[in-house]
């Protein structure tokens, strides 16, 4: 009997260790941009990247359509996910370096949520709409550095755990709630007519959106970091991410290939990568 009891006490000190021991990356997190019909964005990724927690691709941006970001957790823990586009924390709406001080969102384990646009309030959201970048809500801040990019960085919590209730979305480090977007003017100083025709996520109309605020204590560093990089067809035609015209691509300068070892080319006779087997 003795042996038995301390064989138990053992189990329940060991068991948060084991627990927290888990190694978390890529596959972890599931990232997606949805369009308001459901469909899920056809996603083409990089051939490779050097570091191993970073997934990169590329997706097809369509002028003037409302869009959202939607995330899976699929561990059994919480996660903090820093969601930025055009380099813009969605939820403050300051700019972003993916870190684990700003404000982010928090999933439950094995919970999936979707992210409709910039936070207003609590309550209230204004949508992501595909627009030119001159027309963008970064744009009306002046800041171009991050422009098409919807970047999201997935933390873990640290060891102390706190209770999780499900009532919608929650999001943590409340710092003020997001201001409105400049009033239209003169564009930013060093954005250029193609740089301001370029693809950028607009401030779209306000909408109903719960949430609530919760504890959430993130590790110093993102287990994982994502960069969805959005453009126009002509662009994915023309640099090749894509197979236009009946798939016929123009031919390559055979001493200046720039689109050498940068991404995933298509299959055969097919022309989008399907965006479910990624991970």
């Known amino acids: 009997m003795r042996w038995q009891t301390w064989w138990w006490v053992i189990l ?15 596959g972890d997190v599931e990232v997606e941009v949805i369009s308001d019909r459901g469909r899920s964005l056809p996603q083409y990724p990089l051939r490779r990247d050097t570091r191993p927690a970073v997934y990169r691709a590329y997706l097809e941006a369509v002028r003037g359509e409302n869009y959202s970001v939607r995330i899976r957790n699929r561990t059994n823990q919480r996660v903090g996910v820093v969601i930025a586009v055009d380099g813009r924390n969605i939820i403050s709406g300051d700019r ?7 404000r982010m969102y928090v999933l439950g384990p094995y919970q999936q949520e979707t992210y409709e646009g910039w936070r207003t309030g609590k309550n209230r959201v204004n949508r992501f709409y595909f627009t030119e970048a001159g027309d963008s809500y970064s744009g009306a801040w002046g800041d171009y550095s991050a422009m098409g990019v ?3 960085a997935a933390f873990r919590e ?13 999001f943590s480090d409340q710092r003020g709630l997001r201001r409105a977007p400049p009033t239209e003017g003169a564009p930013a100083a060093g954005a250029s007519p193609r740089m301001q025709a370029e693809p950028g996520t607009g401030y779209g109309e306000s909408e109903w959106s719960p949430s609530q605020r919760v504890e959430f204590d993130p590790e110093r560093r993102p287990f994982a970091r994502y960069f969805l990089k959005y453009a126009w067809r002509d662009m994915l035609c023309r640099e090749g991410v894509i197979a236009c015209d009946g798939g016929r691509r123009p031919p390559r300068n055979r001493f200046w290939d720039e689109d050498d070892d940068r991404y995933a080319p298509p299959p055969p006779r097919q022309e989008r990568y399907n965006g479910e087997d990624w991970r």
Not at 158 to 170: C, D, L, V
Request: aromatic residues 10%; glycine residues 8%; neutral net charge.
């Open 96 to 102: 972003s370096n993916l870190r684990p001080d700003e």
């Open 150 to 152: 919807i970047a999201v």
């Open 158 to 170: 640290r060891a102390s755990y706190q209770p999780w209730t499900q009532e919608g979305p929650g």
């Open 12 to 26: 329940i000190v060991l068991s948060p260790t084991v627990v927290w021991a888990q190694r978390f990356g890529i």
